[in-house]
């Protein structure tokens, strides 16, 4: 049966995870529907019963490791829907606002401190870059080691913790969905030796992501002598002489010399291409949505259910539009 609103949709996954508990499927024994385990096929029949508002966003859940339950993706869909409501944009514009102002504080904190050249500990995972990070929580003497994912589209750095900061932050991506976390200054080491102070994000359910925030702070050097260097400021050319005429160019613009043209292949993937979403601001997330809708409504896009992912990066205009961009 289909379904038109999202507390019908919910009510229809209650109602499977019901008969999951009854006819012992996939050993679901809990009595509380929401508690059951959201498979990955629930998931499926959820998406394509509902309307096609929710659909692309049902599915970038996915029942990782089990931990998705009935009650958790009911109170993500919750979300993604006061997300994408017209009545909560001044909401999310002033959280969007709070959050620009904790970046500003982090960059002139950045500012302050000097550069570095610092060997640092990491691998590559499916084409991603890991380091292995040092922490000291506060009230704490004994630093803990962390994998962090090397991002330099997350603005913020996320480390995973039961520490709880002062200050509360919402994380959202750009496909919708929140993650309400809170904001703490810690030590930071790539090398378990040299400590910096650098604003986290962290909480229980934070991913360990080492962010732009962080990495545009120095120079780093890796185990393999590499050096890596993140948002430095572009190198000014010198000696550039502008020439109004070239000698021996000929006035025929059809004129191309001795031209030699060899035909080029290009290699067809033969796996999987699949980038998860980056992370952004709220401020984008609105604009976005309806940038696509309009792209969608003028046939330039369509919807499809695909294993293939490419990562959306909005970017703002200086006319305070916004355009969608992917890398």
């Known amino acids: 049966m289909r379904w038109k609103t999202l507390e019908e949709g919910i009510q229809q996954l209650r109602e499977v995870a019901v008969l999951e508990?009854?006819?012992g499927r996939g050993g679901q024994h809990d009595n509380d529907p929401d508690k059951v385990r959201c498979t990955g096929q629930m998931l499926w029949n959820l998406a394509t019963l509902g309307p096609s508002q929710y659909t692309t966003y049902i599915a970038t859940i996915h029942p990782d490791n089990n931990r998705e339950t009935v009650g958790s993706v009911a109170n993500k869909l919750r979300n993604y829907?006061?997300?994408?409501s017209g009545p909560m944009q001044a909401q999310v514009s002033a959280l969007a606002k709070e959050l620009r102002e904790e970046m500003m504080e982090m960059r002139e904190e950045m500012r302050r401190n000097s550069s570095h050249v610092a060997p640092v500990q990491g691998e590559a995972r499916e084409n991603r870059v890991y380091w292995t990070v040092w922490i000291r929580w506060p009230?704490?003497?004994?630093?803990?080691?962390?994998?962090?994912?090397?991002?330099t589209g997350s603005q913020c750095t996320?480390?995973?913790s039961e520490y709880v900061g002062t200050e509360p932050i919402s994380?959202?991506?750009v496909t919708g969905g929140s993650q309400e976390l809170t904001l703490l200054e810690a030590e930071v080491s790539l090398t378990g030796k040299e400590w910096?102070?650098?604003?986290?994000?962290?909480g229980s359910g934070a991913p360990c992501i080492l962010g732009i925030d962080f990495l545009r702070n120095g120079y780093y050097k890796d185990s393999k002598?590499?050096?890596?260097a993140f948002g430095i400021a572009a190198v000014e050319a010198e000696g550039i002489k502008k020439l109004n005429s070239l000698p021996g160019l000929s006035e025929n613009p059809s004129a191309v010399g001795l031209l030699k043209v060899e035909e080029q292949q290009f290699p067809v993937a033969t796996s999987t291409v699949h980038r998860r979403q980056y992370r952004t601001n709220r401020d984008a997330v609105i604009p976005?949505?309806?940038m696509i809708r309009e792209l969608e409504s003028q046939g330039v896009v369509s919807k499809t259910h695909s294993p293939f992912n490419s990562p959306i990066w909005p970017v703002r205009k200086p006319d305070g539009e916004w355009r969608t961009t992917v890398p």
């Open 21 to 23: 508990v009854l006819f």
């Open 81 to 84: 829907e006061s997300i994408i």
């Open 139 to 151: 009230g704490t003497s004994e630093p803990q080691k962390y994998e962090a994912l090397v991002d």
């Open 158 to 160: 996320l480390i995973p």
């Open 171 to 173: 994380i959202a991506g």
């Open 196 to 202: 910096q102070k650098h604003p986290i994000v962290t």
């Open 225 to 228: 002598g590499l050096r890596w």
């Open 288 to 290: 976005i949505h309806k």
